[in-house]
Structure formats: C-alpha cells, structure tokens
C-alpha cells in the first residue's frame, strides 16, 4: 500500500521539488553565480562567473526538497498507524521519568564543578546554560503561563545588568545587596512596559515588546555620561562570600577565601563560587514559580492564557493578572543580569542585542510552553549545540538553525508539551470512577 | 423584591446602537429569559451587566446598588456570575482545575461541599476530573462552564445560550438542572435563548428583544401561548 501512496504521490513531490530548484536556482544565480574579485588589471573589480555552484545549489535543493517531503510523508504514516494505540510513553510513566529527570540533573549540576573533567571551559559553559535557565524562566512566567508574547525580555536582562554595574562602580555597594536591587528595578521596568500593553495582543503585542528592548538597549548606547555607551561599564567588583574575597590579593578591607579558610589558592575556586551563585539562584527561581503555579495569583495567569473575557467573569482581575506576571518575569531576567554582570565584571550594550530575545523565547518554545523542565532541557540544548558543533566552524549556526527546525516539525508543542496539572484531586478519593 | 433593574439601558458599540433603553427587571427567587433574533442585542445585554460594554446611559441596580461603571472582575465580586456564550471553559487545564478557579472567589471553606454539589448535578465531570476540559464533548462543557459559575456561590446567574451547538437530549437536561438550580437552591435565573420553546416553558417571567428595545414581555407561558412569538421564533423551532 505503502508504494501505491507513493507512486500516486510521486508527481506532485517532484512538482514540489522542482519549484523549490527553480527559486533556488534564481536566487542563486546572482547571489552564487556571480562574484567580485580584484581585476588582473590591477584596478576596481571584476565581477566574473562560477556556473558550475550554481548546478550544484540547484541540484542539493531538488533532493533536498524531495527528501523532506518523502520524510514528511512517512511519519504522517507512521502517525497515522500509531493513532489507535496506547502512546509509549504513559502519563504515569511520564512523571516517573520528569522525577527522575530532575534529580539526575540536580545531582549532575551539584557535581559538576567538583568532576576531574571540569576545568575553566565547563564552568564558563555551565554557568552560560545557567543563565539563560535563569532567564527562560522568567520569560516563561510571562509568555508560557501568563501568554502574554514578549520580544523585548533582554531589555530586563540588561536592566539587572546594568543596575548592579552602576550602582557597583558609582555607589560602591556590594553584590549581595545589588542583586535583590536589580531584581526590583527590573520588576519595576516590567510593571511600567506592562502598563501601556494591557489592551494589546497577538502581533501588537510582539510590536511593541520589541520596541521596549531596542528602546532599552539604545538608551544603554547613546547615555554616555551615565552607561559609558558603547565602552560600556567595567570594574565590576567580584561577588563575596561572608565578606571573603576569591583573588590572590583581596581588596582592601576585606579577608580572602584561600587566608581564611588555609585552602590552597586556586583562581578555579572563584569560578566555582560563581558557579553555586546562579545554581542557587536558578534553584530558587524554579521552586518559587513552582510554588506561585499553585497559588491563586499563578493560577490566574495561566486561566488569563487560556481566557481572558472566562478569566472576568469568575472575578480575576486581567490587570493585575497582566501587571504580576510581567514584573514576576522581569524579576527573574533582573537577577540574571546582576548576576552576568558580576560574572563577566564588565557590561556593555552589545551584550544585550535582538538575538538574546529571540534566543530565551526559542528555549521557552522549544521547551514546551509553561514546562519548567523543559526550559532546562531546551536551555542546555540551545547553549550546548553550538558549542558542539564548533568543529563545523562556518556552519555551526547553519547546524543550529536546522536543529531547530526539525525539533520543531518532530513536536510542534515543544519538547515537553504536555501541561502538568497544578493539583489533583486526593480528598475526594474513590468519588472517581 | 427587585434583585437587578435595567432601566433605559443604552450601549453603543461605536456608532452602532445595540441596546436603545431598555427595561428589565429579575427579582429574587426567579428565572428571567430573554429571547430574540440574532443582533437582537441579548448577549449585549447580558455582558453590559457585567460591566464590559458599559452603558452609555441609564441606570443597572443590583441589590440597590448602581453598578453601571464596574468592571467585570468587579460585578462578579458582587455575586454576579455569568456563562459566557460559546462555554470558554479553560481547554488546557483539567475539570478540576476549572472548577477550582471558578472558587476564586468563594470562601474556601465552602470548596469542598460546592464542588461535591456540582460533581452530583453533572456526574459525567466526576469521571472527567482530572481531564484536559478541552476533550470534553460540548455539552460537558457546557455542565461544566456552568458547575464552573456555580463554584463562585453566586446570587445572580446569567446564563448566555446554555444549548448553543448542543444535542436536544442534552438540551433537555442542562434545561432541567437550571429548573432545578433554581427549585431546590433558590438560585435568580437570566437566561438568553435562542431556544425559546425549552426556555419560555421553564421562565417565570421573558422578555423578547428587538434591534435593541423590548417589545414584549410577560409570563413565560404566557408569551409562550401568545401567536405573535410563536410566528417569529416557535413556529418550525424545536419542540
């Protein structure tokens, strides 16, 4: 049956193929056809030909084409044969494996600094995934629970940055108290972006979001008197534990970790250090979203996704729905960035570009909308690829890019896309079926 | 005794006039229908109640209390609840949560007894409780948009279509459970229908709207012997 389907089909996939060679073939020919080089002559350019890259363009895209659909076609079928039966994977089991998911991943993050393999190289990229954990989840409070689409979301994040950057150097206060001051001046940020977006939705919404994060960052830019603009700000002073400095050297004033504690000195133990900072925070962030899901205010956030007119007649007020959500989201990228900013000890706007956005609403989506462990799931995927890819040099982002894309045609919903109820019932035992 | 008064209501939608002074008046203890065309302006009707449109003139009483300027969220503070047209039950949450949120209001103490109350007047949503509400079929939805009203312990509850899309047997029965609603518990009744035979036949008291004015009103019998009704929304109707 399954070559009658494909022999019936075979027309229109060739068709399909063809078209797609036929764009690629004209969009190659000035893009690849053509190519400047510095004339023998000695002067100007030259604009000579290579045909033969054409061909080749023209011919990957045809089978290229015609692969995807023959591959598309057979997990339709495959989906269709499947439809009756019981999924693999059980609810049940389902949150088995999420628990033992977590604590497998809680025990391999507590470990990992202390792992003969984990040099400077995989702290730096454990605290990298880290972060951007830290700032899905924000985000994912705002547009997985709340749905309330945000371009801008770096904005907060820069904000965070930013606040303990300034304070830091103009002020001189330390890490510790900046971090819950940038956690609130982004809060604060979040409430007034939210203001003027309570009425909007959709594609209005994504409009305006993204203007709050290029505001934000030209702002960062062009206030040179304040941010130092495009120098950006730099001798942020290191985070301390219980006023113990992790240099060689400390400061003046304060006691350092190697004196006090008579361990050898080790510049990897302030990485170290860095490192439990975000975990902890990271820790903290996904038990306390954990926690607000179960609350009324994170309930209504996510009825407010479902239904905003259902959401006024039971008596939710869509304002302070909208309001929480947005500087709870904010919160969370504001300590993100505090952190960020005492990690790398210098914050600059180019940190804080369009792509950042785009990337923490990427791990949200992939993640599966609302899912906190899949945030985690798609953060390290997000960070760890590219990195993994670094052989491929050139085409690492090509890789990237196309990896998205097929996780999203696999599952549409995102990585893990099933909502995991906020509270069943267990007093009205045996009243089921 | 009066629970809610209309008293020349008009709402606008723009320059469009959906309601042009209307009257209506529910009393404690009673169901009120509403029947009309489509564009007659009942669902605007019910949703000015609530707060959203708001009238641009005349005055909403409930309980001696003009509530012409208060928000949705804020009418249902006052025990107002309403079920919206087209159900809007929350698809990806499970029926228990539905029902937990519809107690946002309601003191918790009383969670348990209410929601044991909505599980007996629809026993289907006890074998559905912890399933996604929006792989129910229409009609447990529409058992469980109103068990989802019901939890908040309103005084006043405003039902909009309650049989829209829905299969006549299943009709029949939300139509029983809101007679009963309202013999056994005592609970006011505004009732918009299109399907003004079952609706008619169980009111106290209806109103027929047109292009935004009432023009007529009186027992639910009544109009529903009377042969003008019966040309315009009976005749060929469900029976």
Request: proline share 5%; net charge positive; aromatic share 8%.
């Amino acid at each position: 049956m399954t070559t009658q389907t494909l022999t019936h089909r075979a027309p229109a996939l060739l068709k399909d193929a063809a078209v797609a060679a036929l764009l690629a073939l004209v969009l190659s020919i000035p893009f690849i056809g053509l190519y400047t080089a510095n004339s023998d002559q000695g002067q100007g350019l030259a604009v000579l030909s290579r045909w033969h890259w054409v061909g080749y363009v023209v011919a990957i895209v045809f089978v290229g084409r015609l692969l995807f659909s023959l591959a598309g076609d057979a997990l339709a079928r495959r989906r269709m044969r499947n439809a009756g039966k019981k999924p693999l994977v059980s609810i049940a089991m389902g949150h088995t494996l999420g628990r033992a998911f977590i604590v497998l991943a809680l025990l391999f993050a507590v470990t990992l600094p202390f792992m003969p393999y984990s040099d400077r190289y995989v702290l730096d990229l454990g605290m990298t995934v880290l972060i951007y954990i830290m700032l899905a989840m924000g985000l994912n409070v705002t547009v997985g629970l709340a749905g309330l689409l945000d371009l801008g979301f770096v904005a907060f994040y820069a904000i965070g940055a930013y606040t303990f950057a300034l304070m830091s150097t103009v002020f001189g206060l330390g890490f510790w108290i900046c971090l819950p001051l940038s956690g609130l001046v982004a809060a604060a940020f979040g409430v007034l972006l939210s203001l003027p977006i309570l009425r909007l939705r959709g594609d209005y919404l994504a409009i305006v979001t993204l203007g709050f994060g290029e505001i934000t960052r030209i702002v960062l830019l062009n206030w040179q008197s304040l941010t130092g603009g495009p120098n950006g700000v730099s001798g942020i002073p290191r985070p301390t534990l219980f006023g113990m400095s992790f240099d060689r050297r400390p400061p003046e004033g304060l006691s350092s970790f190697h004196e006090v504690t008579g361990i050898e000195f080790s510049s990897e133990h302030r990485l170290m250090f860095l490192y439990f900072i975000i975990l902890g925070l990271v820790l903290l962030a996904s038990w306390v979203v954990w926690k607000l899901r179960r609350l009324p205010i994170g309930r209504s956030w996510e009825a407010l996704r479902e239904d905003e007119i259902a959401c006024r007649s039971l008596g939710i007020n869509p304002t302070a729905s909208k309001v929480s959500a947005y500087a709870t989201g904010a919160l969370l990228g504001g300590f993100a960035g505090c952190f960020f900013a005492a990690r790398q000890g210098f914050v600059s706007p180019e940190s804080f570009g369009f792509i950042e956005s785009a990337l923490i609403l990427a791990i949200v989506v992939l993640g599966g909308m609302g899912s906190q462990v899949g945030v985690v799931i798609a953060s390290l995927f997000i960070v760890l690829l590219p990195e993994f890819a670094r052989e491929f040099a050139d085409y690492r982002m090509l890789l990237f890019g196309a990896a998205m894309i097929l996780i999203m045609v696999w599952r549409p919903g995102g990585l893990l896309s099933n909502r995991e109820p906020t509270l069943k019932l267990s007093s009205l035992k045996g009243a089921g079926p | 005794m009066s629970l809610l008064t209309l008293k020349g209501v008009r709402t606008n939608y723009g320059p469009i006039e959906a309601l042009r002074g209307v009257d209506v008046e529910v009393n404690q203890g009673e169901i009120v229908t509403l029947i009309g065309a489509n564009g007659a302006g009942k669902s605007t009707l019910l949703m000015t109640i609530c707060g959203q449109p708001r009238p641009s003139a005349g005055t909403i009483t409930y309980e001696g209390r003009v509530i012409n300027d208060l928000p949705p969220h804020e009418t249902a503070k006052l025990g107002i609840a309403q079920v919206p047209e087209g159900r809007r039950i929350f698809p990806r949450m499970t029926v228990f949560e539905n029902l937990q949120l519809g107690a946002t209001l309601a003191d918790p103490q009383h969670f348990e007894t209410d929601l044991a109350y909505c599980l007996d007047l629809f026993p289907i949503l006890k074998q559905r409780r912890d399933q996604r509400a929006g792989t129910l079929s229409g009609g447990e939805q529409q058992m469980l948009a109103i068990s989802r009203a019901l939890m908040g312990r309103p005084r006043l509850l405003l039902l909009d279509e309650p049989s829209l899309g829905l299969a006549p047997l299943i009709i029949r029965r939300i139509f029983d459970v809101i007679a009963d609603l309202n013999r056994t518990r005592g609970m006011t009744i505004l009732l918009v229908e299109q399907n003004a035979y079952h609706a008619l036949k169980l009111a106290h008291r209806a109103y027929v709207l047109q292009q935004g004015l009432v023009v007529m009103q009186g027992g639910g019998k009544e109009l529903l012997a009377n042969p003008e009704v019966r040309a315009a929304y009976l005749e060929g109707g469900a029976h």
